[in-house]
Structures are given as structure tokens and as C-alpha cells.
């Protein structure tokens, strides 16, 4: 396992390269983070062992649980998923550096509040809902301006780009839209130029579409299930989010 896992991670690194090539992309530009979800801690490590050190959970509890294992090995943490407000100290205890999935002024507010009580700072990105699916969190597109705006005041998050989640379709050319959407959507946000607030990052792609991500601008692929092999559901049943 541990060997496939590797295979799978230099496969994957340069299909990265490939994509970013053809399409007059800089691969320096593309960081490969790891979506871990269900993947049990040591094989994880492999990974991290390996020079793979961008990781992200997207459930807090199992973000607690691998925590310990992990925590001796360097790497940077992400938080992917859908956040309650009620379990923002555990994001903040476990040394999550960026959270991508922030799309609601009040979980903002909430994370700066506790982050001004320990006078430190976090990433965030805006987590839009380019797909205009109802089993998706994210703002709406129409939104999101207004909502980093608001989002900008705040003192303690600093916002760094945005992430989205493409439809699960087996239509490229609808797939390929969420991607352009977001990206329009970027540079509507830096021609705004709100204080304060970074474009630099898009979060997008994920195992079965990420070369179209990259195709469309992505600088983060989230890559899970082609490193570490198929989950007992496929993508969509981890990602509806109306089932939290």
C-alpha cells in the first residue's frame, strides 16, 4: 500500500507538470494539498515523509484524531470542509493554517473574535458555490463580493483567494464553466481592489477533474481518492454537505 501510494503521488505530480505545460502555466505555480479524508493516519505519514506536506481535512473530528500521529512530522494544514461555529477552537487548537471553506460573514466574525483573544492571524479563502447546487455550501457567485467586503474589516482572518467545488458531472464543458466562473470571479474581485484582501490563490479541482482546474487557473488541487484509492462512496456523497 504504502508503495502504491507513492506511485500514485509521482503520477499525479507529473500530470500536474504536464497540464500546467500545456497550458503555458509555470508548475511552481500549482501546489498539490492532500484531501485525507478517511485516510488513516500512517498512511498519511507516508506521504508527509515523502516532501507531500500540504494536507486538509474536511471533518473536524478527524482532523482531532490523526492529530497526534501527525503533529511531529512537518506539514501545513488546511481545513476543506464545512465549518460550525461550535468547533471553531478545535481548527484553531490543531494548527490549521488555512481555512477554504469560509462562505458566511458570521463564521468570519466568529474565528476573528478567538483569534484576537490569542493576538494571532489565519488564511482564509472564500468558498463559492459555482455550481449552484443546493447540496453545496459556498456563496453565491452574485454574492461573494459583498461578502469580502464584509469579511475585509475583520482584522485577524486575511483573505487569500477563493475555493469552490466543481459539478459532478460527466460534461466537461459544465465542469469547466464552475472553474472559469471562479476565475472571472477573481479578477472581478482584484479589479475591486478592497483593502486588505489577496487574490493569489484558487482552490479547485479535485481527483476526476483537477487538469481541467488547472487549465482554468487553479493554484491548489485537492487531491484525494487518485493518491490514496477509492473511498467506500464516491466524491459526491463526502462532498454533500446537506448531510452534516
Known sequence: MTN????????IEDKIKACCLLNNRDPKEVKLLLATKTVPANRIKTALLAGYTLIAENKVQELRD?????????????????L???????????????????????????????????NRTIDIL????????????????DKAIDLIRQIAI???????????????????????????????????IIKAEIPGVEMTELSMGMSGD???????????VR??????????YPDSHYWDESKN
Open 210 to 220: 483537477y487538469e481541467i482546474a488547472i487549465a482554468e487557473g487553479a493554484t491548489i
Open 223 to 232: 487531491i484525494g481518492t487518485a493518491v490514496f484509492g477509492k473511498r467506500i
Open 66 to 82: 490523526k492529530y497526534d500521529d501527525l503533529k511531529n512530522i512537518p506539514h501545513t494544514n488546511h481545513f476543506i470542509g464545512h
Open 126 to 141: 472564500i468558498q463559492v458555490n459555482t455550481s449552484m447546487e443546493e447540496s453545496k455550501f459556498g456563496i453565491s457567485p
Open 4 to 11: 502504491t501510494t507513492l506511485e500514485n503521488l509521482k503520477v
Open 154 to 188: 475583520l482584522e485577524n482572518v486575511k483573505i487569500k483567494g477563493l475555493m469552490t467545488i466543481g459539478l459532478f458531472s460527466a460534461e466537461e464543458d459544465k465542469i469547466r464553466a464552475c472553474f472559469r466562473l471562479l476565475k472571472n470571479l477573481q479578477q472581478d
Open 84 to 118: 460550525q461555529t461550535n468547533k471553531i477552537k478545535y481548527i484553531l487548537q490543531h494548527d490549521v493554517t488555512c481555512v477554504q471553506s469560509i462562505d458566511r460573514f458570521d463564521l468570519a466574525q466568529k474565528i476573528n473574535q478567538r483569534l484576537q483573544l490569542e
